[in-house]
């Protein structure tokens, strides 16, 4: 048997707020947060936890502190990288639609439906068509290399890139080697890839020229909020 070791004390209150901020907010706590956690945790532990996690769930810093790790996930950049590097004007409305997401506690797989199909799925306002338009997003942050000149070449470039991507992000493996071979470990054939090619290779999201271009699509309000 190894020697004992007494377990840790507990934390002071103060160490406690500030380990519940940076958690849930990403930012250290004010003076008066401080302190008013401290007086309550004085009155009633419990309930200072509870109403400071609740405080902090409801605060927008939640999704700006939690948004960002779906972003790196969702390979979120303002250029596309890859060759010749085109700017994304518009990718601060992918970044507020994932912290919104965050903030208003979105379903997971309403937001896997936004990501692939949000352009195509039916809705019942403008805000929600422009919302869902702007989950499709997702699909066109990838690197790319819009300079190269065999288009076709491209294009399954950008197909690839795709499927890759919603491999990571929803499935937690890599797809992309099957384009050219079968899985060795898992059971994901190349006719598995070739099908959701098809389907990638459906969607127009790429503007062939010299250095090409993708889609764009109007917004019916803007979403700006």
């Not at 939690?66 to 970044?95: C, Y």
Request: hydrophobic share 35%; proline share 6%.
């Amino acid at each position: 048997e190894g020697p004992f070791v007494a377990p840790y004390q507990q934390a002071s209150p103060e160490t406690l707020i500030r380990r519940l901020t940076y958690v849930l907010a990403g930012l250290p706590p004010t003076l008066q947060d401080q302190a008013d956690f401290q007086s309550d945790w004085a009155q009633d532990p419990d309930s200072a936890m509870e109403t400071t996690v609740d405080r902090l769930l409801n605060s927008p810093r939640f999704g700006e502190r939690w948004g960002r790790h779906w972003l790196d996930v969702a390979r979120f950049s303002e250029s596309t990288g890859g060759g010749r590097s085109l700017m994304l004007p518009d990718a601060w409305r992918f970044r507020d639609y994932v912290i919104g997401a965050f903030n208003a506690d979105k379903p997971f797989n309403q937001l896997v439906r936004e990501h692939i199909a949000g352009d195509l799925m039916p809705f019942s306002s403008d805000e929600q068509h422009d919302e869902q338009m702007i989950g499709a997003g997702y699909l066109m942050l990838g690197a790319i290399n819009y300079e190269e000149q065999d288009k076709e070449q491209l294009r399954m470039d950008v197909v690839d890139e795709q499927i890759d991507s919603m491999g990571r992000s929803f499935l937690g493996m890599t797809l992309g080697c099957c384009r050219c071979h079968d899985h060795k470990f898992d059971p994901i054939p190349t006719t598995d890839y070739y099908a959701l090619a098809g389907i990638f290779r459906s969607t127009r999201s790429l503007l062939p020229s010299n250095v090409s271009g993708f889609v764009t699509a109007p917004l019916k309000i803007g979403y700006d909020q």
